[in-house]
């Protein structure tokens, strides 16, 4: 009789407890968004979730959505503008927050000329129905 009454109060224990829904890392729709005033050609972006040329991307033009794996905030990217290859600074994915189940822009503009260095601004456009 104790061993059952023990069985129960474990049993209730153990379905009374909440687990945290913890977000799925993805996958995650991407496009990449040309803000600036040139054509990128060889657009090559890597989130960590995969890897995908993006082609050709005319002046304030976004591409069409790829889907990652996962993506993060930042992102390794790299395009050839004219004969000349522009990159971001590279990442470590280390302790970056994955996006999530989401369809997102990634603003790629010209940080410095001078050095060839890209940055992003993320912008969430929609939340990622279905997989």
Same mark, same amino acid.
């Given at each position: 009789? =104790?061993?059952?009454?023990? /069985?129960?109060?474990?049993?209730?224990? +153990?379905?009374? @407890?909440?687990? &945290?829904?913890?977000?799925?890392?993805?996958?995650?729709?991407?496009?990449? %968004?040309?803000? +600036?005033?040139?054509?990128? *050609?060889?657009?090559?972006?890597?989130?960590?979730?995969?890897? !995908?040329? /993006?082609?050709?991307?005319?002046? !304030?033009?976004?591409?069409?959505? %790829?889907?990652?794996?996962? $993506?993060?905030?930042?992102?390794?990217?790299?395009? +050839?503008?004219? *004969?000349? &290859?522009?990159? $971001?600074? =590279?990442?470590?994915?280390?302790?970056?927050? %994955?996006?999530?189940?989401?369809? @997102? *822009?990634? =603003?790629?503009?010209?940080?410095?000329?001078?050095?060839?260095?890209?940055?992003?601004?993320?912008? %969430?456009? $929609?939340?990622?129905?279905?997989?």
């Amino acid at each position: 009789m =104790k061993q059952t009454l023990v /069985f129960i109060l474990l049993l209730l224990i +153990t379905l009374s @407890c909440k687990k &945290t829904k913890i977000e799925p890392e993805g996958p995650t729709d991407v496009r990449i %968004y040309n803000n +600036t005033d040139s054509v990128f *050609t060889n657009v090559l972006v890597n989130t960590s979730g995969g890897e !995908h040329n /993006f082609g050709t991307i005319s002046p !304030h033009v976004s591409s069409d959505y %790829y889907r990652f794996d996962k $993506a993060y905030q930042k992102i390794d990217i790299s395009l +050839t503008i004219r *004969t000349t &290859t522009y990159s $971001a600074v =590279k990442q470590d994915y280390s302790y970056q927050t %994955y996006m999530g189940l989401v369809k @997102c *822009t990634y =603003k790629v503009f010209i940080s410095d000329p001078v050095t060839h260095t890209l940055d992003v601004e993320v912008l %969430y456009d $929609a939340p990622l129905t279905g997989k």
